[in-house]
C-alpha cells in the first residue's frame, strides 16, 4: 500500500532563517507531488506540483521553492523566511501506478515563524 | 479568481439530522469533483467523489450531487455524528488534465449532541 510522510511535524523559526520541509512517499511510482498550505481564511492553497524528476510548477509567486531530487521526494525550502511563511503545509500525492484521481495527503508541517 | 467556492465558512447541526454542505464551481471544464474531510492538526482525508456523468454518489451516510448544470454540488451527511465535526473541502479538477485539485476554502462543520 502507498504511504505518504513529512517531516518535521512541527517547526518553529525566527525570521529570516531558512526552512526544509521534507516529504517522501512509498509503494507507487511516478506519482504527481504537491504542496499545499492552509492558512486562516484561504482554505488549501496550492504551491507547488510536480509531475516528474526536477519539474516543478509553481502557483504562488513567493519566497519559497521547492525541488524533486528523486521520483518520490518532494521538498519544500526558503533561504530567509517571512513571518506571512507561518502555516500548516501539507504534502500530497496522486496518480502514479495507483491513479484513482484522488489526492493523498501527508500528515501536515506546523511552522510557526517569530 | 476562485473557481471552487465554499460561500458558508462555517455550519452547525444537531446530532441526528442532515448536515448539507454546499459548493459551486466556475470552470465548465471541470469533469470529477471530490469532499475531503480535515481534523485540526492533521491532513484532510478523501471522503466521496463523483464524476459529471453522475449526478448522485452514495457511500454509506454521505451522498454527493452533482448538478452540472447549475454548477453545483452537495455533500449530505445523514444522519450526522459528533465524529463529523470537521472541516470540509471540495475540490475539482479535469480529469484528463492532469492538473492538479482546486480546492474550495471550506467549511467548518460542527454536530453538536
Known amino acids: 500500500s502507498q504511504t505518504i510522510h513529512q517531516w518535521p511535524a512541527t517547526l518553529v523559526q525566527p525570521v529570516g532563517s531558512p526552512l526544509s520541509l521534507e516529504c517522501t512517499v512509498e509503494g507507487t511510482s511516478n506519482p504527481n507531488l504537491y504542496w499545499y498550505r492552509q492558512a486562516a481564511g484561504r482554505g488549501l492553497q496550492l504551491l507547488f506540483y510536480s509531475v516528474g524528476i526536477g519539474q516543478i510548477s509553481s502557483e504562488v509567486p513567493q519566497n519559497l521553492s521547492a525541488s524533486r531530487p528523486q521520483d518520490r521526494q518532494f521538498i519544500l525550502s526558503s533561504k530567509k523566511l517571512l513571518l506571512s511563511d507561518s502555516g500548516f503545509y501539507l504534502c500530497?500525492?496522486?496518480?502514479?501506478?495507483?491513479?484513482?484521481?484522488?489526492?493523498?495527503f501527508g500528515e501536515g508541517s506546523r511552522l510557526t515563524v517569530l | 479568481d476562485q473557481q471552487v467556492k465554499q460561500n458558508s465558512p462555517s455550519l452547525s447541526v444537531q446530532e441526528g439530522r442532515i448536515s448539507i454542505l454546499n459548493c459551486d464551481y466556475t470552470n465548465s471544464m471541470f469533469d470529477y469533483f471530490l469532499w475531503y474531510k480535515k481534523y485540526p492538526a492533521e491532513g484532510p482525508t478523501f471522503l466521496i467523489s463523483?464524476?459529471?456523468?453522475?449526478d448522485k454518489n452514495e457511500d454509506g451516510r454521505f451522498t454527493v450531487f452533482l448538478n452540472k448544470s447549475a454548477k453545483h454540488l452537495s455533500l449530505h451527511i445523514v444522519p450526522s455524528q459528533p465524529g463529523d465535526s470537521a472541516v470540509y473541502f471540495c475540490a475539482a479538477s479535469v480529469w484528463s488534465g492532469n492538473t492538479p485539485l482546486v480546492f474550495g476554502k471550506g467549511t467548518r462543520l460542527s454536530v453538536i449532541a
Open positions: 463523483i464524476s459529471s456523468i453522475k
Open positions: 500530497a500525492w496522486s496518480g502514479g501506478s495507483a491513479n484513482t484521481g484522488e489526492l493523498f
